[in-house]
């Protein structure tokens, strides 16, 4: 496993929300992080080296991996971005950090794959899913990253890398800004004293709070041979509407309203996501979602200069 005290991990798109919180978790004890992302990455710590490139750039790529130990590669764009650029970042991206790692030696990769792999719901009817339900993903970001754990799987049984996937649920915080992002809206926005609206209350979100997702991909990066090529970090399953009494619980002013009662379910993405694997490998536990809550709120209010609400 990489050795926090002398090894060098390489960790891509780490400007992102998860880069973000991965990287303050890991830096206070490793001694060499190397960073990088399309946009600038703010505050780097001593031990922390910073490259601004583009992961489809296989030759910025490969430049970075003498001396790497590990990867976790996070860099990914969805929803509101081109086809070109989704096939791209997620795609060909995907496939020069595997070649340019096999290519430098590094045997060690954890990448982020996603829940959308699984598509919608009601493929499923009301039961949990497992890692190795069929995957039901239809839109190209889904498809991607179906092909990404294709992707790595070949490249274990050909090359014998270790390269892993981690499935992010819905993932939550104050700087989630990109993707699905309606479960962190109805709270980021109260927090600021604005109103916002949704379609349906009953839609249903599976969110993990991006400080759980980071500790996740440290376990996995941190075990040397996982058990398991793909790992659900499932979340809690919950309705906007309940996240809208939680934020409510703290701001009761808060102004969230939506058009409809029903509706959204029936056309919710997968949502109970069973995560028995990770939790049994590695242990994991994930703070009461309320708690998360208002943690974000006050994140939010701490940032906009507003009063902190007490728990």
């Not at 489809?56 to 860099?75: K, N």
């Not at 490998?281 to 708690?291: D, K, S, T």
Request: proline share 5%.
């Amino acid at each position: 496993m990489p050795n926090p005290a002398t090894d060098r991990v390489l960790i891509t798109g780490a400007a992102g929300a998860i880069g973000t919180a991965l990287r303050n978790g890991l830096r206070a004890d490793w001694r060499h992080l190397r960073l990088t992302d399309s946009r600038p990455i703010a505050d780097p710590a001593p031990n922390e080296e910073c490259i601004v490139a583009d992961v489809a750039d296989r030759a910025a790529i490969e430049r970075m991996m003498p001396g790497v130990a590990a990867v976790v590669h996070l860099a990914g764009v969805g929803g509101d971005y081109s086809l070109e650029d989704l096939w791209r970042v997620n795609a060909r991206g995907m496939f020069d950090v595997f070649e340019a790692a096999r290519l430098a030696g590094v045997q060690r990769v954890v990448f982020a794959s996603s829940l959308a792999v699984n598509g919608m719901q009601k493929h499923y009817g009301d039961r949990m899913i497992t890692e190795d339900d069929y995957r039901h993903g239809e839109v190209q970001y889904a498809m991607h990253k179906i092909f990404n754990e294709w992707q790595a799987q070949d490249y274990n049984e050909k090359y014998g890398m270790t390269i892993t996937a981690v499935r992010p649920a819905n993932v939550t915080g104050p700087d989630k800004v990109r993707g699905s992002v309606d479960h962190v809206n109805i709270i980021t926005q109260p927090a600021q004293g604005k109103p916002i609206s949704f379609p349906y209350k009953d839609a249903m979100r599976c969110p993990i709070h991006v400080d759980d997702i980071a500790e996740v991909f440290t376990r996995v990066l941190l075990t040397d041979k996982p058990k398991q090529s793909v790992y659900n970090s499932g979340g809690i399953a919950i309705s906007l509407g309940e996240i809208a009494d939680m934020v409510r619980e703290f701001l009761p002013d808060a102004q969230i309203s939506f058009e409809r009662e029903t509706g959204g379910k029936a056309s919710s993405g997968n949502y109970l996501i069973d995560n028995t694997r990770l939790v049994q490998e590695f242990g994991v536990q994930y703070l009461p979602y309320r708690q998360r809550v208002l943690q974000i709120i006050n994140d939010i209010r701490r940032e906009v200069g507003l009063p902190l609400v007490a728990g």
